[in-house]
Structures are given as C-alpha cells and as structure tokens.
C-alpha cells in the first residue's frame, strides 16, 4: 500500500509538473522542444552528450542556445523529476531584475547544498532581517582599509607557497596545482577570519581542514539526481560527522581568542575578521558577561567562517590557477603582467614579500593585473545565481515577453552571460586589455554583464579579500615560476583513450563541492631563469 501511494502521489506530481509547462508552451513561451511525458529530459540527454559528463552544469544553457540559435536568452527548461523546473536567464538584465532590482530569496536547492558545510546560519543561507543583521556585524571586516593590515600574513603564506613549487620545480615531476593552491588559500583564509594558523600547506591543517576536505568530497556531483541525494543514508551520517570535528575546532578556536576573553587587540599590529564582527556585536550588547562567548555570537561566526573558508579553499584558488593557465598560453599577456610588476616592484625578486608589507597599497597599483584577473573571472566565473521567485514576481525580457515565474529556480547563469555575443566582443577571447578601455571602445564591458560575485545587496562579501590575495598570489609567483599544464601527460599515463574539452579547453571547469579545474590542474612546474 505504501508503494502505491508513493506512485500515485509521484504522478499526480509529474501530471502537475507537465501540465503547466504544456500551458506555457501553448502561451507561446520559449523553451526548447518539449515532451508532454518526459518533458525536457530527453532533449538534455542529447545536449549533455556533447560534453564531458563531469563538466559543470553551468556549460549546459550555452550548448542548448548554441543547438537553438533561435531560442531567446530566457527560457524555460523542465527537468522534473531529476531537478525543480528552470527558468534559466542567461541576459545580464535578466540576472539584473531577481539580484538588483529584486533582491530574490535564495532557492531553497541552494539551503540544502551548502548547509552540510556551513550550517544554518551562513550568510549565503539566512534571509530577511537576520541576513541584514549579521551582514552588518561582519562588513567591516572586509572593508578594504581594514583587508590592507592583513597583508603581511598573506604574503607570509604565500612565500610557504613559493617554497612548494620550488620544492615541485626542483623534483621536475607533474602535480595538481589545485592541490598546493587550495592548501595556499585554506591558510589565508584561517589567518584572516580567525587569526589562526592551520599550517595546511605544511601539515595539512589538522582536524578543521580534514573534516572540511571530506565534507566536500560528499558534497552531491552535478549529475546526480534528487532521489540519489536522498537515499544515501552514509552521507547524512559523514555530514553530521564532519560538521561536529568542525564546530569542535572552531569553538575552542573562539573560545581562546582574545577578543572572546575580551582582552585587548589594539597591541596586534592587524585585527581579524572575527575581532571586529565581535566589537560590532557587543557595541549593541554592552552588558554582556565577561566570562563567556556570547552562545548566539558564537553559533553564528562558527557558520560565517566555514562559509569564508568554503568560498577561499577552492574558489579563490581555482581562479588563481585559472588566471595563471591563461597567462601561459598568452605570453604578450603575460609580458604585460611582468612588466607592471617590475615597474611597481623592481627587478630583484628576493625583495617583493618585504616591499609589499611594508607598503602594501602597492598591490592596489596594479591595474592590468586587476584586468587579467577579472578576465579570468569572466571565461571561469566560480558560481551561478540560483533564486527563488515570490508569488507575484515576473520576469520580463528586453522584448517585453513577461515569464510567470512562481514554483520555478531562477537560475542567472553567469558563465552564459559573461561568454554572450550580445554582451561581450569575442567573447571566448582571453583580452584584459577590455577592462582598462573607456565607454567609447567598442570592448567596453556592458553593464551589470560581469558578475562572478554577484551584484547587489546579496553579493559575495569576501571579494575584495580574494581579489586582494589573488593580485599577491600574481606578483609573487610569476616573474619566477613558469607554470605549463600538462594534461596530455596526465591522460597517457592513466591511459585514457577518450580524452574530453570544453570547447577545445581540457582544463574545463567541474563541480564537486565548488567549482574547480579537471583533474586539478596537472603542470610542470620551473623556475625561470633570470
């Protein structure tokens, strides 16, 4: 009897689901050719053949304008029972009206994703007042006045850096750059939330960072479909697991800090992230005790910064990898890039650490390194923008077409946007040179079409932090270390025969947990000569 009532309750769905896309259709809204029993399914099925079946899902809305030229950059895909039905904007004024003009709640696919890693209480996963409330408590910390004092620590780890791909140069073997790199950023990202060293390029950081690795690698894959999520029962267990090891560490790691004691840091020549959202909050508690960490402080800045380490691990460093795969294959680039380094800090490399924390303004003195990092951002952008529409919410194209959007993900597809023809000249073309151009230049980038962080009351409140650390990362590594990838290496020693790209690129982006290069970006790794 059971069985019969989930069957029956799961048709009544489908019949629901398809029923009211069959309306649309009739509406004469666009989607692509539809089956009234399987809906879309079929046809993604064709489109996902095209690629790589690990590749990120944010490659699927530009393949499927690409096999129907003639459909319009908004439209409705229904993927039901694998996924909730799309309505996929791929328009910068699209993207523009569920972010800026109407800053849309986050779907509730989003909340389930990132809960496992930052728990209910992460800025990216509260809505309403209590978003507000502890967005204001931890702005100030990632002002960039305040980011400029945290720039010794992040040379510090980036010089730890420099020594592992020395050490790589030296043993002249292939590795994953994604793996010293996202070891790199787990290390800034703990110096500057918490002012704490996890050594996790040396010693893999301990039990924050292990617990933290396997949580992402349980993080669902993109192929996998709803009942697969939900039905496997050793991934809950591992979720919680992991989630305890971490609150664990963090809670200790608050407890002795020295704000939390309330003891002074005005004798640190830098305060952290956590210092000043905890001065935020009590200057509105002034009465509380002395003794203790506040227990709703505490509950809240535990989810925030593995919410800050979660966007540092892999996202910042996979742009980072990202920025310096470009640069190897574009040597009049790179040239550039070198040149306005050593015009900034002179030829004798041993010295730029020092140069840049004693003056660290100077990594704000960089404008074409700034440009080839948000070329980057726009070929690779980290993220999508997924939302969920209110009852009374439409969308309306340029032409005026008005799209229903209520019980349908809003799904603002950044990688379409930012390789759009109807936003950007060349668009598969690597050019930073079109960030340093003035509104008269036809490469002039369009507004609201580059949005790798989002825009916004809801955008990414760590992006100053790591632009800043991804310019550092630049002027110390690569006026030494030439850095070549080396997948066909990679693939004939694992013997792969059926070797994909995504338009031509074997470093295409994947999702498992965040978004990251195949395989890790193998390379080969030397020092230049001088």
Wanted: with cysteine.
């Amino acid at each position: 009897m059971m069985a019969l009532a989930a069957i029956t309750v799961f048709l009544v769905k489908l019949l629901r689901h398809r029923r009211r896309m069959l309306t649309l259709r009739k509406q004469g809204l666009p989607m692509p050719p539809y089956n009234a029993i399987f809906g879309h399914l079929l046809f993604m099925a064709n489109i996902a053949r095209k690629l790589p079946s690990d590749s990120h899902g944010h490659y699927l809305p530009t393949e499927i304008r690409r096999a129907l030229p003639e459909l319009p950059p908004i439209f409705y895909l229904d993927i039901w029972p694998m996924g909730p039905p799309l309505l996929v904007i791929t328009s910068a004024s699209g993207a523009y009206q569920i972010a800026q003009e109407n800053s849309l709640p986050k779907h509730d696919d989003v909340l389930s994703f990132l809960q496992p890693l930052v728990g209910k209480h992460g800025l990216v996963t509260m809505e309403g007042d209590e978003w507000k409330f502890w967005r204001s408590i931890f702005n100030s910390g990632f002002n960039m006045n305040h980011l400029l004092t945290l720039v010794p620590s992040i040379v510090d780890d980036t010089r730890t850096y420099c020594e592992v791909l020395r050490e790589w140069a030296g043993r002249k073997e292939i590795f994953p750059l994604l793996e010293a790199t996202s070891m790199l950023t787990m290390d800034m990202s703990g110096r500057a939330t918490l002012g704490t060293r996890l050594n996790a390029q040396r010693s893999r950081g301990g039990e924050l960072v292990s617990a933290f690795r396997s949580q992402a690698k349980w993080m669902p894959a993109p192929n996998e479909s709803i009942f697969a999520r939900n039905l496997n029962p050793i991934r809950s267990i591992i979720y919680r697991y992991n989630l305890w090891r971490m609150d664990r560490f963090l809670s200790h790691e608050l407890d002795n800090h020295p704000t939390a004691r309330r003891e002074s840091t005005k004798v640190q020549k830098s305060r952290v992230v956590i210092d000043l959202a905890l001065e935020n909050y009590l200057c509105g508690s002034p009465k509380k005790t002395n003794s203790d960490l506040d227990a709703t402080f505490k509950t809240f800045a535990m989810s925030q910064i593995k919410l800050f380490i979660f966007a540092g691990y892999d996202t910042t460093a996979a742009t980072a990898i990202y920025a310096i795969h470009l640069l190897s294959r574009n040597p009049l680039a790179l040239q550039r890039l070198v040149e306005e380094h050593a015009s900034i800090f002179g030829s004798d490399l041993s010295k730029i650490a020092d140069l840049i924390i004693d003056q660290p303004q100077l990594v704000n003195r960089l404008p074409y390194t700034s440009a080839v990092i948000k070329e980057t951002l726009r070929l690779y952008p980290p993220v999508s923008n997924t939302r969920k529409a209110t009852s009374d919410f439409s969308l309306v194209s340029a032409d005026g077409t008005r799209f229903p959007t209520d019980g349908f993900l809003l799904w603002g597809v950044h990688y379409a946007i930012h390789h759009s023809t109807l936003h950007w000249p060349s668009p598969e073309a690597f050019l930073p040179q079109r960030w340093l151009t003035g509104p008269e230049d036809p490469l002039y980038p369009a507004k609201d079409a580059w949005r790798p962080f989002e825009k916004g009351p809801r955008n990414c409140i760590g992006q100053e932090l790591a632009l800043l650390e991804i310019r550092i990362i630049l002027v110390m590594v690569m006026r030494e270390f030439e850095v070549k990838e080396a997948y066909m290496e990679w693939d004939t020693s694992r013997e792969r025969k059926d070797v994909r790209h995504v338009n031509g690129d074997r470093a295409y982006q994947v999702l498992l947990g965040s978004t990251k290069p195949r395989d890790g970006y193998p390379c080969r790794v030397k020092v230049r000569e001088e």
